[in-house]
């Protein structure tokens, strides 16, 4: 079951400057290539007609499998999943000396954010480990549409300036907007209230992504849905919030998988709310009654 598209589409531009139809959503499911069960939810939730796109990382378990189901789906619009944090390098390690913590990256968000902001953390680093796994991508057939990061580090105006970088050296325009509008935030009242103040005070940084992305001429969204209901987004939240979709290009963030031993061994918190998202997308074209037209990065 596909989306409805609308026959004829309005355009408006939109907060970037750049010409958006009046209501456009990108559905993207992130971690693609982690496990069997991601790249199974992946692929079934994009020929059921729920899911326009998918960040693909570099160094992940089950890597050549997600590139040959992508591969076989050119509607699936694939973006490279930066990873900086609780993961393993592309580029070699004596490359990217001040990202390491041994021969991996640092294990946890406030570990990567402590070091990045007593300035350990080389820009020149990162910019070097992006576009490696850019590279690594684009080297197995796979058009990459766009950037985006793992637990959403470009947020940080230092990570962001290298990615951006990276990404326009190797051809790649556009980038996720990681800010959630205040419309959407409000229709999630299931995330903590940790998660909540997090969410929040990260969102003093949308100002300069904004100006940076304008500077560039980076293609991005009006904003990003489903953030601050990472590991609580049900069917209801899910309803929630694809019920206040105002006019503007939008992208709904998901993490949807099957659960399996593979799941269950990984290091992510993110375990049996997967399950739970994979339910509730596949009841996305029921949810959706009105019409909005359903996109790629690379449609941007």
């Known amino acids: 079951m596909k989306f409805p598209l609308p026959i004829a589409i309005p355009v408006k531009r939109g907060s970037l400057g750049r010409l958006t139809a009046v209501r456009r959503l990108i559905v993207n499911a992130d971690d693609f290539g982690l496990t069997a069960g991601i790249n199974r939810a992946v692929a079934g ?42 993961g393993a390098p592309i580029a070699e390690p004596a490359a990217i000396p001040t990202l390491l913590a041994g021969s991996r990256f640092h294990l946890t968000l406030g570990a990567f954010v402590r ?3 007593l300035g350990r953390i080389a820009r020149a680093d ?57 419309w959407s935030a409000a229709a999630t009242p299931a995330a903590s209230p940790l998660r909540r103040v997090q969410v929040g005070l990260l969102g003093g940084f949308r100002g300069h992504f904004q100006r940076l992305v304008r500077e560039r001429e980076l293609a991005t969204t009006d904003g990003c849905l489903g953030v601050l209901a990472t590991g609580t987004l049900d069917r209801a939240a899910l309803a929630a919030i694809l019920g206040r ?35 509730a997308f596949n009841s996305l074209p029921e949810i959706l009654a009105r019409q909005i037209q359903q996109i790629h990065f690379g449609q941007l």
């Open 45 to 86: 939730l994009h020929d059921a007609g729920a899911l326009s796109s998918a960040t693909l990382m570099a160094s992940s378990p089950r890597f050549q499998e997600a590139v040959q189901l992508a591969r076989t789906r050119p509607s699936l619009g694939v973006g490279c999943h930066v990873v900086l944090v609780d």
């Open 115 to 117: 070091e990045l902001m």
């Open 126 to 182: 990162i910019e070097r480990e992006a576009a490696a796994q850019i590279r690594r991508l684009q080297q197995s057939g796979i058009p990459v549409t766009h950037v985006d990061t793992h637990k959403h580090t470009h947020m940080f105006p230092a990570v962001l300036d290298a990615v951006t970088r990276a990404a326009l050296a190797n051809g790649v325009h556009a980038i996720r907007n990681p800010f959630e509008p205040a």
């Open 245 to 279: 979709i105002p006019d503007g290009t939008w992208e709904l963030v998901c993490h949807p998988a099957e659960m399996d031993e593979e799941l269950r061994a990984t290091r992510t918190r993110l375990q049996e709310s997967r399950a739970v998202e994979l339910a």
